[in-house]
């Protein structure tokens, strides 16, 4: 079993980076030609959630670990749990990005939380991101990644349960060509998302994995076409890990101007949650 010192991960915490980019066509007409028609239409000139795709680091390849994320110890804390991955976050909206801009995001690590869960030890780590035109702050993000240990899982046969008609909205069929765009358009070197022997032999997924941000792109649209406006805040969570072979189900109900999307795959199981509001 793998042991945590949390005492060497501390001076961690409160540690800031600050990067830049530009927000230009090409790479809102890239985002467009991934997402299709499931992108909402009422963003205007910048579609929503193409902020996780700026501000990238940009890690030389001779810097990557075997998973294919860069080496720990740099910005993020070395934590040393084998598995990283995206368990969720809150947004919150305050105006919309600028094509052409300079686009500053200033990232501080909040907290680091050891944790037990039933397959051993976990490791929480919050990241708080400020994305800005100038001195104006567009969006906030408190961003949460989770460390664990690799498990091999059993696999399950669950009996498909029917879209709920009330809130079903509309399915996606994800495939390894869309996975291989969203890896390319976030820089995301992961191979989990690409790499098939990788995710099933050495991370114990029954396939592919969909990355989380993609998901949460797709109910980040869907919220602001349910409200016919940008959410002013988005609390999103990844529930269990969406692999492919599947159906991609987008489902949404709504309250008001409060609501919950989610997305299943084609047996019901719920792999990925939101709740948003748009006040």
Same mark, same amino acid.
């Given at each position: 079993?793998?042991?945590?010192?949390?005492?060497?991960?501390?001076?961690?915490?409160?540690?800031?980076?600050?990067?830049?980019?530009?927000?230009?066509?090409?790479?809102?007409?890239?985002? /467009?030609?991934?997402?299709?028609?499931?992108?909402?239409?009422?963003?205007?000139?910048?579609?929503? $959630?193409?902020? %996780?795709?700026?501000?990238?680091?940009?890690?030389?390849?001779?810097?990557?670990?075997?998973?294919?994320?860069?080496?720990?110890?740099?910005?993020?804390?070395?934590?040393?749990?084998?598995?990283?991955?995206?368990?969720?976050?809150?947004?919150?909206?305050?105006?919309?990005?600028?094509?052409?801009?300079?686009?500053?995001? /200033?990232?501080?690590?909040?907290?680091?939380?050891?944790?037990?869960? /039933?397959?051993?030890?976990?490791?929480?780590?919050?990241?708080?991101?400020?994305?800005?035109?100038?001195?104006?702050?567009?969006? /906030?993000?408190?961003?949460? +990644?989770?460390?664990?240990?690799?498990?091999?899982?059993?696999?399950?046969?669950?009996?498909? *349960?029917?879209?709920?008609?009330?809130?079903?909205?509309?399915?996606?069929?994800?495939?390894?060509? !869309?996975?291989?765009?969203?890896?390319? !358009? =976030?820089?995301?070197?992961?191979?989990?998302?690409?790499?098939? +022997?990788?995710?099933?032999?050495?991370?114990?997924?029954?396939? !592919?994995? *969909?990355?989380?941000? !993609?998901?949460?792109?797709?109910?980040?649209?869907?919220?602001?076409?349910?409200?016919?406006? =940008?959410?002013? $805040?988005?609390?999103?969570?990844?529930?269990?890990?969406?692999?492919?072979?599947?159906?991609?189900?987008?489902?949404?109900?709504?309250?008001?101007?409060?609501?919950?999307? %989610?997305?299943?795959?084609?047996?019901?199981?719920?792999?990925?949650?939101?709740?948003?509001?748009?006040?």
């Amino acid at each position: 079993m793998i042991q945590v010192d949390l005492e060497s991960l501390k001076p961690w915490l409160g540690r800031t980076e600050t990067r830049e980019d530009i927000l230009t066509p090409g790479l809102i007409d890239r985002f /467009r030609a991934t997402f299709g028609a499931h992108l909402w239409d009422g963003a205007g000139d910048v579609p929503l $959630g193409i902020h %996780w795709c700026l501000t990238l680091y940009a890690a030389p390849g001779s810097s990557l670990s075997e998973d294919g994320h860069a080496a720990r110890g740099g910005f993020l804390p070395p934590v040393p749990l084998p598995a990283r991955m995206w368990a969720g976050g809150d947004l919150t909206y305050f105006a919309p990005l600028a094509v052409g801009q300079t686009v500053t995001r /200033r990232s501080t690590i909040g907290d680091i939380t050891p944790k037990q869960g /039933r397959s051993g030890a976990l490791v929480f780590v919050v990241v708080n991101h400020e994305y800005s035109n100038g001195n104006k702050v567009c969006i /906030r993000e408190k961003q949460t +990644i989770v460390y664990r240990d690799i498990t091999r899982s059993q696999s399950e046969m669950r009996t498909p *349960v029917a879209p709920d008609p009330t809130a079903f909205r509309s399915r996606l069929t994800p495939d390894s060509v !869309l996975l291989f765009r969203y890896s390319a !358009l =976030t820089f995301n070197a992961h191979r989990i998302h690409y790499d098939h +022997i990788y995710a099933t032999e050495a991370e114990a997924y029954p396939g !592919l994995v *969909v990355h989380g941000p !993609l998901q949460a792109t797709l109910l980040l649209n869907l919220a602001a076409d349910a409200l016919n406006e =940008t959410p002013h $805040g988005f609390s999103f969570r990844g529930l269990a890990p969406l692999t492919l072979p599947c159906e991609m189900q987008l489902n949404c109900r709504q309250d008001g101007a409060t609501g919950t999307v %989610w997305c299943q795959d084609e047996t019901g199981l719920c792999c990925f949650s939101a709740d948003y509001s748009a006040t």
